[in-house]
């Protein structure tokens, strides 16, 4: 399992409300080529963010589920990538001073990320996060990118 922190200068409440617009998932979220949409009770649980995952011309159309959600505290995600496979994300914030703490953790749930040791895919896995998590930061505390 990769875990990546971050502290965030906004309190816990705006931070959870970024991570739910769907419009912005792809302005953080590394690998996310396109939002097509979101159910319309987003972000429910079992609710779905469809999404296009890739890197230059390799796409994969597929999407996001909800497992979990407590605002503002914590989130659980089933990341789908088709033949790729599902990944379990579970997002976790807690009050840092004026800011906020936030962990990622991450884990490979089916697919070829599931068979190949955690230490071959955890610092591809951890690095992209981290760049993920870092994009967030910026569009909380500066605005959408």
Known sequence: ???????????????????LV?????DWVVGTKE????DDDWPAVGSRLHHTVGVGPITVRDH???????P?????????????????????LAADGDGTELTMDEVAVSGPGETVPDALTEPAIFS??????????????????
């Open 64 to 70: 996001t589920l909800v497992q979990t959600i407590e």
């Open 128 to 145: 992209r996060n981290g760049e993920s998590l870092r994009r967030l930061k910026r569009l909380v505390e500066e605005g959408p990118l």
């Open 35 to 38: 939002v097509r949409g979101a």
């Open 22 to 26: 769907p419009e912005h998932y792809a």
């Open 1 to 19: 399992m990769a875990q990546n922190t971050v502290h965030i200068d906004a309190p816990p409440e705006e931070v959870f409300a970024a991570l």
């Open 72 to 92: 503002p505290r914590r989130l659980v995600l089933l990341a789908k990538a088709g033949k790729l496979g599902d990944a379990r994300v579970e997002i976790v």
